[in-house]
């Protein structure tokens, strides 16, 4: 048995703080981390100890692996828990953590890399008896090998980044057109090795396995579920059990998990992930090996905290077995995602919020209100788990408690799930018809939600004015920065004393990104986002509906399209730039003519 006193959670939000509830409980000593405009953030008030990470975006702070690992050893740290996202399904990180004699609460590097590369996932798939959806196990070296394969099994297919995650890198391919656009977006022939094919599979489930396996040989799946409800391949609700599985599939669901995990000698928690297609038929996607987004409804129906399952694990006890799936329960995601506008990402700052409470009513929250949901980051504001004794109660209770939460500041999909929990198709009336692109194709088409508010303007902590005191703690003079005003004015609500945080150095202002003019021919940024690569550069001749330009926000990828034919022409970002809502990218120069 190895012991673990002391365990630094490389996380941030709802993640951070579920696992440092569950450490606390088991008696041990957690260590946060945190970027800049995440200082006050609950997480770090609930640790035993919370670090700086000395940065404002993702990359300085929580993918940045040197600066993890010296403040876990400067910490005493034993133990670090990656929680999901960031570095969880980094096996370079895991290796390093194991070099230096901490523990990984996690499955092993060599795991990793088998399993969290989707190629790799499909070769391990195959070997095991498991069957993936239809596809190459290869990477994409040239666009015949794709030509190839659609003059065998038709349109639609999909390319998948075979590092890819969370929705993104995956593009479907309907047609010709939309293979130009592919291969117009992806030249660099390392980019495009990192894609695979697979038939892109029109109407199908998305179901799951809740497993784990200790490092005695014992495996459980602790409970199947369904996450069918997408959008942009992004899981919206989620429920535990899965609901209306034909028979066998269970059966089959378990059996192929079990095989997945002995096979590459998986030890801990993880989710096998699969498609279920109206006639029965069973398909291979993935494995997670980490912790899920969705985990608590699995949690509600078992009794099983799988945070503490995975540091029992670690310690190298075994696994506690589940008992049968009891009741139902449903996950609703609530981030700052705008109904109005297709669901596009969104900021601002949660005032007045109401959350449901009551029976069967479960929050998994990462911040408070009067904090700004931080756009340099993802867009959760928190999880709703609600649970009832079978579907239908859990039904019943799901719209009492979306009908109590409300929440100014932040436009959230909650009015589109109060729609989805009374759709018919969704309750089961007359069979459950629900697949991953029945949002999409069946339920958006009949709502509206243009009616709704958008956005509000964004405010955080980081944009806020800085001040630097000089106090004295145990008799050294050290330097305290915080949010200019802080002590002027009292919070909304009193909070317990914060522990000590590392020295901090004030952040450099960004200058504001100037606005579009809304010239014909310009191109503009719809929302803050990242630019991940660009497909033209300036004096370059472009074709109405060409790609220019490719952004990122909150795990959300969109294209950016010449509007007309003609010249780019003011062409000022770069790869890797973060851009706001209403930046002007490039403007297209209609070609022979003058802009009006």
């Not at 365990?7 to 981390?33: F, P, Y």
């Not at 970027?35 to 953030?41: E, F, V, Y």
């Not at 009794?303 to 449903?330: C, N, Y």
């Not at 018809?433 to 902590?461: I, K, M, N």
Request: net charge negative; proline share 7%; hydrophobic share 40%.
């Amino acid at each position: 048995m190895r012991t673990i006193n002391r365990i630094l959670v490389a996380n941030r939000g709802e993640i951070a703080l579920r696992v440092i509830r569950t450490a606390k409980d088991m008696g041990i000593s957690t260590v946060a981390v945190y970027a800049d405009q995440d200082m006050t953030a609950p997480h770090t008030r609930e640790a035993d100890l919370a670090l700086a990470l000395d940065g404002d975006d993702a990359a300085s702070t929580y993918l940045s692996a040197d600066k993890l690992l010296q403040i876990a050893v400067e910490s005493g740290a034993d133990a670090i828990h990656p929680g999901y996202g960031f570095l969880s399904e980094n096996p370079e990180f895991a290796r390093a953590i194991e070099n230096t004699g901490i523990a990984w609460i996690g499955p092993a590097p060599g795991v990793i890399e088998a399993l969290g590369d989707k190629i790799s996932a499909r070769r391990v798939a195959q070997a095991c008896g498991v069957a993936p959806v239809p596809g190459l196990s290869e990477p994409v070296t040239a666009r015949a090998e794709v030509e190839g394969f659609i003059a065998e099994h038709g349109y639609p297919v999909v390319l998948k980044r075979a590092d890819g995650g969370g929705g993104r890198g995956i593009t479907v391919v309907r047609s010709s057109a939309d293979l130009d656009l592919f291969f117009a977006r992806h030249t660099d022939p390392v980019d495009l090795g990192a894609h695979f094919v697979e038939r892109f599979v029109e109407v199908a489930r998305h179901v799951e396995t809740q497993s784990a396996r200790d490092s005695h040989g014992n495996f459980h799946v602790i409970s199947t579920r369904d996450c069918s409800v997408q959008r942009r391949n992004q899981k919206l609700v989620e429920e535990a059990p899965a609901p209306f599985l034909p028979e066998g599939a269970h059966e089959r669901l378990v059996e192929w998990s079990r095989a997945l995990f002995e096979h590459v000698g998986y030890v801990g928690v993880g989710t096998c992930e699969f498609l279920l297609e109206p006639d029965g038929s069973i398909w291979f996607l993935e494995v997670n090996p980490r912790l899920q987004v969705e985990h608590p409804v699995s949690e509600e129906v078992t009794g099983i905290d799988l945070v503490r399952e995975q540091i029992r694990v670690a310690q190298g006890l075994t696994l506690t077995p589940p008992p049968p799936p009891r009741g139902h329960s449903f996950e609703f995601r609530v981030t700052s995602e705008d109904p109005a506008a297709d669901l596009t990402p969104s900021a601002g700052r949660l005032d007045e919020v109401h959350w449901p409470l009551g029976p069967g009513i479960r929050l998994e929250l990462g911040i408070e209100a009067g904090d700004a949901v931080q756009t340099a980051f993802d867009s959760m504001i928190a999880k709703i788990i609600v649970t009832g004794s079978d579907r239908e109660h859990a039904l019943a209770r799901a719209r009492r408690a979306l009908a109590e939460f409300s929440v100014h500041g932040v436009p959230t999909p909650v009015p589109v799930y109060r729609d989805i929990i009374n759709d018919p198709d969704f309750c089961g009336v007359g069979g459950f018809t629900v697949s991953t692109r029945w949002f999409e194709t069946v339920f958006a088409p009949q709502h509206d939600y243009s009616h709704l508010s958008g956005p509000a303007e964004a405010e955080g902590t980081r944009d806020l004015p800085r001040q630097t005191y000089v106090i004295e703690l145990d008799g050294r003079r050290m330097t305290l920065t915080l949010p200019e005003g802080m002590f002027s004015a009292p919070s909304p609500a009193p909070r317990p004393s914060q522990p000590l945080r590392s020295h901090r150095r004030a952040p450099a202002q960004s200058a504001p990104a100037a606005p579009a003019q809304g010239n014909p021919g310009d191109i503009v940024s719809p929302m803050q986002a990242i630019v991940v690569s660009l497909a033209a550069s300036n004096g370059d001749r472009v074709e109405e509906g060409q790609l220019v330009a490719v952004l990122e926000a909150m795990k959300m990828e969109k294209p950016l399209l010449a509007t007309r034919s003609g010249v780019v022409t003011g062409l000022g970002v770069r790869q890797g730039d973060t851009v706001g809502a209403g930046a002007l990218i490039c403007h297209i120069e209609a070609a022979g003519q003058e802009d009006q």
